[in-house]
């Protein structure tokens, strides 16, 4: 079981910057890869950011070179930070974890998605 826990959204002016953090807790250590995803009025949810446990990085095209996905290992704790801000990037944002699918290491396969609870990103023109 992991546990996800985002915070760091607000209201922020188009062009301005904001930075979410996902606190994960439970079994973090059989994590396979960690993203963010967010969902607007009326649309699917979609992915924006993810990072695999060794750290490579993939970007949804509309956020590339605006925002940046890290991690302090120590802490457990992911981030997205968000530059020059929109409207269109105005959405919930949700932490995901993916954990491990087949055995590794003391890992069993664990085929559940683990959610945050979302955070709520306001973009004002």
């Known amino acids: 079981q992991v546990q996800l826990v985002e915070s760091g959204g607000g209201l922020v002016q188009a062009g301005g910057s904001l930075r979410l953090s996902c606190a994960a807790s439970?079994?973090?250590?059989?994590?396979?890869?960690m993203g963010w995803y967010r969902q607007g009025p009326g649309k699917e949810r979609e992915v924006v950011a993810a990072?695999?446990?060794?750290?490579?990085?993939n970007y949804a095209d509309s956020v590339k070179g605006r925002f940046t996905i890290s991690r302090d290992n120590a802490e457990n704790t992911l981030y997205l930070q968000m530059n020059s801000l929109n409207p269109e990037d105005a959405a919930v944002y949700y932490c995901?974890?993916?954990?491990?699918?087949?055995?590794?290491?003391?890992?069993?396969?664990?085929?559940?998605?683990?959610w945050g609870q979302g955070t709520q990103v306001t973009v004002s023109s």
């Open positions: 990072m695999t446990r060794g750290g490579s990085t």
């Open positions: 439970g079994n973090t250590i059989c994590i396979s890869s």
């Open positions: 995901n974890a993916d954990p491990f699918r087949v055995f590794v290491g003391a890992c069993a396969p664990d085929e559940y998605d683990y």
